[in-house]
């Protein structure tokens, strides 16, 4: 009997210890399970959006704009600050180097593998990021960046990696791990004396209206940044974009290239691994 | 006098002072009270930015809370002070909450 019950007992432990292993808990962080997840919802919600159209945002999402859009770009409205970036890019610092000197490939083609883990720095290094870094390390002064320099700036090294899709790496270090954790937390938390979080239009309402916009899916949102809006009447980086969003739901911004920013970029960028890169865009 | 009436009489000027209390115009706010109130919205704010999450219109409530005391309206400060504070209770109360509420929203 003392034997049976002790088999029992082994048997029950082995079936506990086996669960465990198998199914991950509710806190294990699976980024690329995450990311499936996330591209399913919207492939699933949107069944007739091709997966590369989700990179247009509102234009994926309704007709009429897509066609006044397609008309948009055989001028495009980015294109002026797409020759300034150009020619900054291509300018010499005044101790003589480069951009192309800060980035691998020299800058070009790039894109697609920002923002990254710095495991030296311990930190998310966004292009804005490292493109300041560039200019300090040269001794010139940092742009700000919601202005038109770095929106400019950004959007040659974008151009100039169209169609290749988003490759961002969470390396096996925990830290990875919690900056994506976080940049998911900013995403889903509401905040702003609206209440509403990223997710509220960009999950919970792509497609729809608000005002006279038509919301954008969230999956795809950052492969066409930076962006002109004819509401700004300019051009707009990522940071911009952020803290705009921000006040709109009338939250005070937080400092552009903040940590909680660099990993909401980082979160959003690594759920949409695998979409082609589209910036600069226009967007209305 | 009777205890009875004398409860009556204690009953009407109890009544009279609350009518002529009711009647007259409240205590205009004085610089101390705008100072305290303001005192007391600034630091439920700070809480906030502490919480990464202050709302424009706290911030906009104590702006003119600043701006209606140096024009020497105190009335109106310490009402925009109090609204400024209730805002910035209401965000710290939305940031608390919402430490674990975000993940209701979560795909998965």
Not at chain 2, 59 to 82: C, H, I, P, W
Request: charged content about 25%; some cysteine; overall charge neutral.
């Amino acid at each position: 009997m003392r034997v049976r019950s002790a088999l029992s007992f082994v048997t029950a432990a082995l079936a506990l210890a086996a669960l465990s292993s198998a199914a991950p808990g509710a806190d294990t962080v699976d980024p690329a399970h995450e990311a499936k997840a996330f591209q399913d919802f919207f492939t699933k919600k949107f069944p007739k959006v091709k997966f590369e159209d989700f990179v247009n945002g509102p234009y994926s999402m309704n007709e009429d704009m897509r066609k006044q859009w397609e008309e948009k770009e055989q001028f495009p409205p980015y294109e002026f600050a797409l020759e300034a970036g150009k020619e900054m890019f291509a300018t010499p610092f005044k101790n003589g180097k480069t951009y192309a000197d800060c980035f691998a490939n020299g800058g070009i083609g790039v894109r697609q593998n920002y923002p990254y883990f710095d495991e030296k720095e311990g930190k998310v290094v966004t292009l804005e990021l490292a493109l300041n870094k560039c200019r300090e390390v040269n001794g010139e002064a940092a742009f700000s960046y919601v202005k038109e320099e770095m929106a400019s700036l950004t959007a040659y090294m974008a151009y100039t990696s169209r169609g290749k899709p988003f490759d961002i790496k969470i390396p096996n270090d925990p830290r990875a791990l919690e900056a994506f954790e976080k940049g998911k937390e900013y995403f889903y938390t509401r905040r702003g004396q609206l209440n509403f979080s990223c997710a509220s239009c960009h999950v919970q309402n792509p497609g729809e209206r608000i005002r006279a916009e038509i919301l954008a899916p969230a999956l795809g949102i950052l492969n066409a940044m930076p962006i002109y809006r004819s509401e700004w009447s300019g051009m707009g980086t990522i940071s911009r974009r952020f803290t705009t969003c921000n006040s709109q739901i009338r939250g005070v911004p937080l400092e552009p290239q903040s940590e909680e920013y660099r990993d909401l970029e980082y979160y959003l960028s690594y759920v949409s691994n695998g979409l082609p890169i589209s910036g600069p865009g226009a967007r209305p | 006098m009777s205890d009875r009436r004398r409860l009556a009489m204690k009953k009407i000027m109890f009544a009279a002072i609350m009518v002529v209390a009711a009647a007259m115009p409240a205590r205009a706010a004085s610089e101390a009270d705008f100072k305290a109130a303001f005192a007391a919205a600034d630091s439920a704010e700070k809480d906030a930015g502490r919480l990464r999450n202050q709302w424009t219109t706290t911030e906009a409530a104590l702006t003119a809370a600043k701006k209606a005391a140096e024009a020497g309206n105190f009335d109106q400060a310490v009402k925009s002070a109090q609204e400024a504070e209730a805002l910035a209770k209401a965000s710290i109360f939305q940031a608390t909450s919402e430490k674990e509420r975000w993940k209701d929203l979560e795909i998965r």
